[in-house]
Nanobody
Framework: QVQLVESGGGLVQAGESLRLSCVAS????????MGWYRQAPGKQRELVAA???????NYADSVKGRFTISGDNAKNTWYLQMNSLKPEDTAVYYC???????????????WGQGTQVTVSS
């Protein structure tokens, strides 16, 4: 069974940084389009950053220049480095992948359980 586990969330002050990690486990052969989403209270879940075809990256306009997505395929892990955090970045952050190929089957659109990021002003 594939599991995505996030870590690294917490409470910080505006202007500070956090790095989120997502580790995928479960007899994994490959992961396609790793990404990060977030959901603030009362709002819809939104894309924060993701790898797209050919290892290009896509960022929400609100985080461009402040957040960076990276990945380590050998460790089945991807990261979200968040700098210059703002109170409006407060949300639950979820890791996601378009597709994970295991030795047994293909898993489509798996999600992590989420990690809370709170930015105080």
């Amino acid at each position: 069974q594939v599991q995505l586990v996030e870590s690294g969330g917490g409470l910080v002050q505006a202007g500070e940084s956090l790095r989120l990690s997502c580790v995928a486990s479960g007899n994994i052969r490959s992961i396609n389009a790793m990404g990060w989403y977030r959901q603030a209270p009362g709002k819809q879940r939104e894309l924060v950053a993701a790898f797209t075809t050919g290892s290009m990256t896509n960022y929400a306009d609100s985080v461009k220049g402040r957040f960076t997505i990276s990945g380590d395929n050998a460790k089945n892990t991807w990261y979200l480095q968040m700098n210059s955090l703002k109170p409006e970045d407060t949300a639950v952050y979820y890791c996601h992948a378009d597709r994970i190929q295991t030795i047994f089957r293909t898993i489509y659109e798996p999600w992590g359980q989420g990690t809370q990021v709170t930015v105080s002003s």
